[in-house]
């Protein structure tokens, strides 16, 4: 699935988001899976509290070290570990 991320809309109360993917227990502990999702449901969240210019600068960041730094998006082809993908995408924003 990629770094696909969703969000459980409640316009009434208490909204969910959160990275969509099946669960992937060979990785555990390897540092090797893309936090790419996780990262844009924080996102989505941002914007959907009214945070528009934060989640957008996630959004512009995601895009920046996908089409620039990562060879893959498939866990452990990335030609980086979770940590320091995660470092690639603060060192975008």
Do not use: H, R
């Not at 893309?34 to 995601?62: F, H, R, S, T």
């Amino acid at each position: 699935m990629g770094i696909a991320a969703g969000g459980n809309i409640n316009p009434k109360g208490v909204s969910m988001f959160e990275p969509i993917g099946g669960s992937a227990p060979k990785y555990t502990g390897q540092n090797v899976i893309n936090p790419l999702a996780a990262i844009c449901a924080g996102g989505m969240m941002l914007d959907n509290l009214g945070e528009a210019e934060a989640g957008k600068a996630i959004e512009d960041a995601v895009i920046k070290v996908v089409n620039t730094k990562l060879k893959s998006l498939a866990a452990g082809k990335m030609g980086y570990s979770t940590s320091e993908v995660g470092d690639l995408f603060v060192g975008s924003i």
